[in-house]
Nanobody, 125 residues
Framework: VQLQASGGGLVQPGGSLRLSCTAS????????MGWFRQAPGKEREFTAA????????FYADSVKGRFTISRDNAKNTVYLQMNSLKPEDTAVYYC???????????????????WGQGTQVTVSS
């Protein structure tokens, strides 16, 4: 599976961005999908995940209520809608996929099988 993330950029605090991650290769709907992020000088951390059908989502506490993960299996794409962005959301955002589950119990990097290249999100005035 090849994953291609896009949609990052520079946004002011309080603003919004939508990240996309498009998959090619094996059947997209076979995988649970996730987003991770890595801020400068910090380790990569779990952000959000979504089940194969899109019916179940799971978020890190730091983004709950502000970020929304969704997917369109017909387009082989997973999204991360980010609202009310804060400077501490600045990071490189990575999408990843896994055959493991349930998604409410998988939030470590080693539990995800394939990774995209990352897209930079910078929140600054």
């Amino acid at each position: 599976v090849q994953l291609q993330a896009s949609g990052g950029g520079l946004v002011q605090p309080g603003g919004s961005l939508r990240l996309s991650c498009t998959a090619s290769g094996r059947t997209f709907s076979y995988y649970n999908m996730g987003w991770f992020r890595q801020a400068p000088g910090k380790e990569r951390e779990f952000t959000a995940a979504i089940s194969r059908s899109g019916g179940v989502t799971f978020y890190a506490d730091s983004v709950k209520g502000r970020f929304t993960i969704s997917r369109d299996n017909a387009k082989n794409t997973v999204y991360l809608q980010m609202n009310s962005l804060k400077p501490e959301d600045t990071a490189v955002y990575y999408c990843a996929c896994t055959t493991r589950g349930p998604i409410t119990r998988i939030s470590y990097e080693y539990e995800f099988d394939y990774w995209g290249q990352g897209t930079q999100v910078t929140v600054s005035s």
